[in-house]
T-cell receptor, first 116, second 108 residues
């Protein structure tokens, strides 16, 4: 049973380009969370999605960032017109449906985005 | 003041020493997680606690809900335990709030 798969592992973009980060949850999981880890900082919640629904996007920057989790395929975190401050590690985690307050967490290995 | 505070921020010890990392939080929580992150690597969930104590191999995690405090202990530490250890609390149904992490280095 494969874990949470994120790709690419490393992504380099020039300022102004778009970055697309993909996350395939564990088999049977329908809840996906995205977190960002800025250099030398702790992890911060960005967005929580279920299939075809954004449940909580309170941690997403208001502009340039969007996330989706379609009925088929991976969850996508999209950053338009990237700036140097977007350089960070982006982690995805998943949990099963009907998640309780005490569902364990399963993280991917992260995508390290570098904006040049 | 951060909602989740870890101490120490950095910890260096010799192989075999008993290690304690502390986590204090200021909000009501439904669960607390201890995570491990190796340099350049992914994040592994070590424990999820809502009360009491859990043990897995050389790792022990405790939580005191009344005092809003948790500790992670490592017995007979080994260089391969060197990593960043992160405390995270779950507020409400899903949202996690993370501590800044404790960077642990175990020297042979």
């Amino acid at each position: 049973n494969a874990g949470v798969m994120q790709n690419p592992r490393h992504l380099v973009r020039r300022r102004g380009q778009e970055a697309r980060l993909r996350c395939s949850p564990m088999k049977g999981h329908s809840h996906v969370y995205w977190y960002r880890q800025l250099p030398e900082e702790g992890l911060k919640f960005m967005v929580y999605l279920q299939k075809e629904n954004i449940i909580d996007e309170s941690g997403m920057p208001k502009e340039r960032f969007s996330a989706e989790f379609p009925k088929e395929g991976p969850s996508i975190l999209r950053i338009q017109q990237v700036v140097r401050g977007d350089s960070a590690a982006y982690f995805c985690a998943s949990s099963p449906p009907r998640s309780s307050y005490n569902s364990p967490l399963h993280f991917g290995n992260g995508t390290r985005l570098t904006v040049t | 003041k951060n909602e989740v505070e870890q101490s120490p921020q950095n910890l260096t010890a010799q192989e075999g020493e008993f290690i304690t990392i502390n986590c204090s939080y200021s909000v009501g929580i439904s669960a607390l997680h201890w995570l491990q992150q190796h340099p350049g690597g992914g994040i592994v969930s070590l424990f999820m606690l809502s009360s009491g104590k859990k043990k897995h191999g050389r790792l022990i995690a405790t939580i005191n809900i009344q005092e809003k405090h948790s500790s992670l202990h490592i017995t007979a530490s080994h260089p391969r335990d060197s990593a960043v250890y992160i405390c995270a609390v779950r507020e409400g149904a899903q949202k996690l709030v993370f501590g800044q992490g404790t960077r642990l280095t175990i020297n042979p």
